[in-house]
């Protein structure tokens, strides 16, 4: 998904503890929010700069 590694993420979150989340707190996470905690769970990225299709440079120290 990223050429970017994702360190120290936790287990993959299922699509029902996500689904929860959003019945819980009445929200709809968005699809690239959804895939990558589908995908990490958690932990930070190895280059914490990530650049958007549009060229927009991000700093990521941690996700949650």
């Not at 990223?2 to 120290?8: E, G, K, V």
Request: proline share 5%; net charge neutral; glycine share 4%.
């Amino acid at each position: 998904m990223y050429d970017n590694r994702i360190l120290r993420a936790h287990e993959k979150a299922k699509a029902e503890d996500l689904e929860c989340i959003e019945q819980k707190f009445q929200v709809k996470i968005p699809a690239a929010v959804r895939e990558h905690y589908l995908a990490y769970n958690g932990g930070y990225p190895e280059k914490p700069v990530f650049t958007d299709k549009s060229g927009n440079a991000y700093i990521v120290n941690w996700f949650i």
